[in-house]
């Protein structure tokens, strides 16, 4: 009897069964199917599907857009006069109403000014008091001395004198009345310009930007403070050759990204002037009332610019290995083909084909997890 070396025995034993095991693996032992061919089981076999026919649809073509967020209304708010800013009142975002006391500056030289005028008016208005009773007393006895010179009790010398007592109080009546006007001019001024010191808000606003700081010297024209207020807009830039297909009044999607919220927009007009450097004009989009919404924000802005007839495969036809697009295309023999194809942009419920498939086409919906390339489908 033929005996083996240990070693020959534990290969046999060990070797044998991973050597039958790797040769099943690899198909060794099953009738093998040429490229492109329909496994007998496949073809035997019918899978039950449901199927669509792809057609053309006419669809919106629209243009994303990205624009910046504006204000209705915007002021800079400063001083008319060169003075200390000695307590400022409002701080950025605060919402004020119109007339609101934003800050004030030093006005004592002002106050005493105003102080000044007034007690001069007050004394213009005594002195026209003075010179009205004045004239009232010229005007009686003026009518006593002509009464008395008709019936001879007063000689013309008297007569005479009385009328020219009445024509100096008329005219100092009329001088009074002229230095009243001045002064009162001068403290209409002076309150004017006193008010100055007081920076106030010129309408209902937030204020969106501070600079003034207690201590600081504002000067006329320096801007302490920047207001705004709705409705807000979205400005996006439009090229020139797409500007005549849109119209005022137009519903548009925006996607406010900071927000984190979609809004419809109303298309309000499109700027008559375009920019040399962009060949664009500016599209304003009128926004609704939304929490938060500042100037200065990112926005996205889907508009309709005409239609168009594209191909769009159900979304429930797509399958997806790993990075590659596919659909199962049933053919003229009634077999699922698996084909690689490339999507776009979203087509009602499903996606526009740029490329693999043609109208007339049908292809499997939500294609079962046994189905693969080349099995016999029955459509249900």
């Known amino acids: 009897m033929l005996t083996l070396p240990p070693w020959v025995r534990a290969t046999l034993i060990l070797g044998l069964p991973l050597t039958l095991i790797s040769m099943w693996g690899a198909g060794l032992f099953h009738r093998r199917v040429g490229p492109g061919l329909t496994p007998p089981a496949f073809a035997a076999e019918r899978v039950g599907v449901a199927a669509a026919t792809l057609e053309t649809r006419s669809t919106e073509d629209a243009l994303d857009l990205t624009g910046t967020v504006v204000a209705g209304t915007s002021a800079a708010v400063g001083s008319q006069l060169m003075a200390r800013v000695v307590a400022v009142q409002a701080r950025e975002g605060d919402r004020v109403e119109a007339g609101r006391v934003l800050a004030r500056l030093d006005g004592q030289e002002l106050e005493a000014t105003a102080a000044a005028a007034q007690a001069s008016q007050a004394a213009a208005v005594a002195s026209q008091a003075q010179a009205r009773a004045r004239l009232a007393l010229a005007e009686t006895t003026l009518r006593r001395m002509r009464s008395l010179h008709a019936d001879g009790g007063v000689t013309a010398q008297h007569l005479t004198e009385a009328e020219a007592a009445h024509r100096e109080a008329l005219a100092a009546v009329a001088a009074a009345g002229r230095q009243g006007e001045a002064l009162g001019a001068g403290a209409v001024a002076a309150g004017t310009v006193r008010d100055r010191a007081t920076v ?171 189905l693969r390339d080349g099995m016999a489908v029955e459509v249900r």
């Open 200 to 370: 106030r808000a010129p309408f209902a606003g937030l204020v969106v930007a501070r600079q003034a700081e207690d201590g600081m010297l504002a000067s006329p024209g320096q801007p302490l403070f920047r207001l705004e207020r709705g409705p807000y807009r979205l400005d996006v830039p439009v090229e020139e050759r797409l500007v005549a297909a849109l119209r005022p009044g137009t519903r548009v999607a925006v996607r406010l990204e900071a927000l984190g919220r979609s809004v419809q927009a109303t298309l309000a007009r499109v700027v008559p002037a375009f920019d040399p450097a962009t060949r664009t004009a500016v599209a304003q989009l009128v926004l609704p009332e939304v929490g938060g919404l500042r100037s200065g924000m990112y926005g996205r802005a889907r508009l309709g610019v005409g239609r168009s007839e594209r191909l769009a495969v159900p979304a429930a036809a797509v399958v997806r290995w790993y990075q590659l697009t596919n659909v199962f295309v049933i053919d003229a023999e009634g077999h699922a083909r698996l084909r690689l194809v490339r999507l776009g942009e979203p087509v009602g419920e499903g996606r526009e084909v740029l490329a693999g498939l043609a109208a007339g086409e049908r292809v499997v919906l939500d294609p079962p997890p046994a």
